[in-house]
């Protein structure tokens, strides 16, 4: 029974305080809930996005350079699929689970590089608090540091971004705070030319794994070189940091460059402004109708328009499974993004509101509680201030996300939004709570046991519940229906490298499998089987011109009830995807 006059050497006798053991605890369970999340998703990929990096890394393979450059997809990924594509040689029906594995190694490399943050926040924690003027505060306990720290990890991980989110959002997030961790060494311990380097190698490995990086780099360098206590002797560091990423970003910058005609260094963040903040277009088959969007100056090809049916070709001169995601940069080439202060505005609170139901409500309840409990409520704002160093990379990449995107309208269930700001919500986590000031006394002992415990309870509790629901995925043993799909197809003759269309969008993984092309599509599959037997034939004749051996449709979910009314489409084994053949 614990002593509750005395609780902490009751509570702390029972935990062990070596760093090492709560590592490995947490650890085996990272493990542990990543092979889970991994396996139950191992026959999907999160969204479209994820065959474009496929197919990216394809190029590399086939040392198709002037393919594989890409302004719209960032490198790294793509090369790291790549590598372990070489390396195991998976058949297709194992390829979307080499790319699982593929994600779980990074999530275990970006456990290492927030283990090197944690270390380095908690000693610059324990700097601050040598302070005489900090002497009659309270120091975090060891166990309670470490265990809210990985707890934090996990939440990130699994819950924002996750194994079965196939994209480079887990490795730039390790990046981030293997950055965040450099520059903490930088003040606290050696403002040493190989911390300016290695800070220089981060930040350029940052960027070719998310243009976000490449902003964030400089404010990273900045905080720095102010952080780094002497100004004078720090600026040639700096610089020296700031040459080696130069170098490293480079020769991305000027392939991609040089294929645009134009300076850039990734169109990502322009094109997300145009589609989902101004002008506002779609993101497939712009054709420049919206008002002041620009004019296309190479746009997939409409090949019927009936009003509610249309049609698109596009089976050059781009490459890929779906050449329009292959590189939209190509096809949205003469969109004009467009500042409008209003929008701006409004997409800007449509944020705030998302980071505030996302995590913010958590986080200011939480920090609220502890500045109260320490009587300093005014003053902790001054002592907030003094995190700095961690709180201006967060609110960086907060804000620059912020201003350049929707995130409250472009989240999916395996590809949250949340994977964009889950590393920056970690560090203003870390930022706000190491600079809270508890009095020295049994009140506050017992207030950081509650809360270290309470937060790893909701945690965890959040976590095994997705994981149970992962481990019913896993014993229901779920078919591989992109699989069955390819197999389907190519029993009915076609063969890798053969055209094949779409009834509609973001349907295709089966087609990455099958190595065939997407070459056309109708968009709106609901007003195709609500139009007339007259329309229907027009534009599946208009689809056969296209030199598509066969057209695919996967029957919504919301659709259940829905009977496809002709016998020309075969249904696909027990899946919901349907196919008709053209006779060639």
Same mark, same amino acid.
């Given at each position: ?41 191992? !026959? =999907? &990929?999160?969204?479209?996005? #994820?065959?474009?990096? %496929?197919? /990216? +890394? ?91 720290? !990985? =707890? &934090?990890?996990?939440?990130? #991980?699994?819950?924002? %971004?996750? /194994? +079965? ?92 460059? =040089? ?326």
């Amino acid at each position: 029974m614990v002593n509750l006059a005395n609780p902490v050497q009751e509570i702390t006798s029972s935990v062990k305080t070596n760093k090492y053991s709560i590592k490995a605890i947490f650890l085996i369970i990272a493990i542990v809930l990543g092979v889970i999340q991994g396996w139950a998703n191992r !026959y =999907t &990929l999160s969204t479209e996005d #994820s065959v474009s990096y %496929l197919d /990216i +890394s394809d190029a590399y393979l086939r040392g198709d350079w002037s393919g594989a450059v890409n302004a719209n997809w960032s490198p790294f990924y793509p090369w790291l699929l790549s590598l372990f594509i070489s390396i195991l040689k998976p058949s297709p029906y194992w390829e979307f689970s080499v790319v699982k594995i593929v994600n779980f190694l990074i999530y275990i490399f970006a456990f290492g590089c927030f283990d090197f943050l944690l270390s380095e926040v908690r000693y610059y924690y324990q700097e601050k608090l040598l302070n005489p003027n900090n002497s009659n505060y309270l120091t975090i306990p060891n166990w309670a540091f470490l265990i809210a720290g !990985y =707890t &934090l990890f996990l939440w990130s #991980s699994l819950k924002l %971004l996750g /194994i +079965s989110c196939d994209t480079p959002d887990m490795f730039t997030a390790a990046l981030f705070y293997l950055a965040l961790g450099i520059v903490l060494r930088v003040h606290t311990k050696s403002p040493s030319w190989l911390n300016f380097i290695t800070l220089g190698i981060v930040l350029g490995l940052g960027y070719l794994s998310k243009s976000v990086m490449f902003l964030l780099a400089f404010v990273f360098l900045a905080v720095a070189l102010f952080s780094a206590g002497n100004i004078r002797r720090a600026l040639p560091k700096v610089l020296v940091g700031m040459a080696i990423f130069t170098v490293i970003v480079a020769p991305f910058i000027t392939a991609i460059s =040089t294929a645009k005609g134009r300076l850039t260094i990734g169109d990502s963040g322009r094109l997300s402004y145009a589609w989902y903040i101004n002008p506002v277009v779609h993101d497939h088959h712009w054709q420049g109708e919206e008002p002041n969007s620009g004019t296309p100056k190479h746009p997939t090809r409409k090949i019927f328009d009936n009003l509610s049916v249309t049609a698109f070709e596009f089976a050059t001169p781009i490459g890929g499974t779906y050449p329009v995601w292959y590189d939209p940069t190509y096809w949205n080439e003469g969109l004009k993004p467009k500042f409008n202060f209003i929008k701006q505005i409004k997409v800007i609170v449509a944020n705030a509101i998302f980071y505030k139901n996302e995590f913010l409500e958590g986080l200011i309840f939480g920090y609220l509680i502890l500045i109260c409990v320490g009587g300093r409520f005014w003053l902790s704002i001054k002592d907030l201030m003094q995190n700095w160093i961690i709180l201006i990379p967060a609110l960086a990449g907060l804000g620059i996300l912020m201003a350049v995107t929707n995130m409250s309208i472009i989240s999916s269930e395996l590809q949250p939004s949340t994977r964009y700001i889950a590393s920056f919500a970690v560090a203003l986590f870390v930022g706000v709570f190491t600079s809270v000031r508890l009095p020295n006394s049994q009140e506050s002992k017992r207030l950081i046991i509650g809360f270290t415990l309470a937060t790893w309870l909701i945690i965890v509790s959040q976590l095994a519940y997705y994981g149970a629901k992962d481990m019913g995925k896993i014993l229901s043993r779920p078919d591989h229906i992109s699989w069955q799909v390819a197999e389907y197809i190519n029993k009915w003759g076609i063969q890798p490298g053969d055209k094949v269309a779409l009834l509609g969008d973001k349907d295709y993984l089966w087609a990455r499998l099958a190595r065939v092309k997407v070459v056309s599509e109708i968009p709106n599959s609901t007003n195709f089987w609500r139009a007339d037997d007259v329309v229907k034939s027009d534009v599946l004749k208009a689809i056969d011109r296209t030199g598509a051996k066969a057209i695919l449709h996967q029957l919504r979910k919301d659709a259940a009830n829905f009977v496809v009314p002709s016998n020309d489409w075969k249904k696909i084994g027990n899946t919901n995807y349907y196919a008709y053949f053209f006779q060639k």
